[in-house]
């Protein structure tokens, strides 16, 4: 299973970003798509998570991020708006996942994809 991210890069404060990420390899099945992110000198931490057509949402970036999915194409999007400069980190997708041929679910990550807003 592999995860590519992208639509990162340079953004003015303000500004709007779509970031997508796609799964492929051998899936059977996507419980949970989600996305987390990372600014230098800080922990990861969740943004937002879709699973079960419900999602989660990070309290302060409530109402200025949407995560979505399409299925058909085990591909999760993430719509930033009104960007701030304390949004700059690099923006990694993890799914849940049950690969073919298996009974268990497990996590895997993207690569990462370089959000920097600017002042």
């Known amino acids: 299973v592999q995860l590519q991210a992208s639509g990162g890069g340079l953004v003015q404060t303000g500004g709007s970003m779509r970031l997508s990420c796609v799964a492929s390899?051998?899936?059977?099945?996507?419980?949970?798509m989600a996305w987390y992110r990372q600014a230098p000198g800080n922990q990861r931490e969740l943004v937002a998570t879709y699973s079960d057509r419900n999602t989660i949402y990070a309290d302060s970036l409530k109402g200025r991020f949407a995560i979505s999915r399409d299925n058909t194409k085990n591909t999760v999007f993430l719509q930033m708006n009104s960007l701030k400069p304390d949004d700059t980190a690099v923006y990694y997708c993890?799914?849940?996942?049950?690969?073919?041929?298996?009974?268990?679910?497990?996590?895997?990550w993207g690569q990462g994809t370089q959000v920097t807003v600017s002042s």
């Open positions: 390899g051998n899936i059977a099945s996507i419980n949970e």
């Open positions: 993890k799914i849940l996942a049950r690969p073919n041929g298996t009974w268990r679910f497990s996590t895997y």
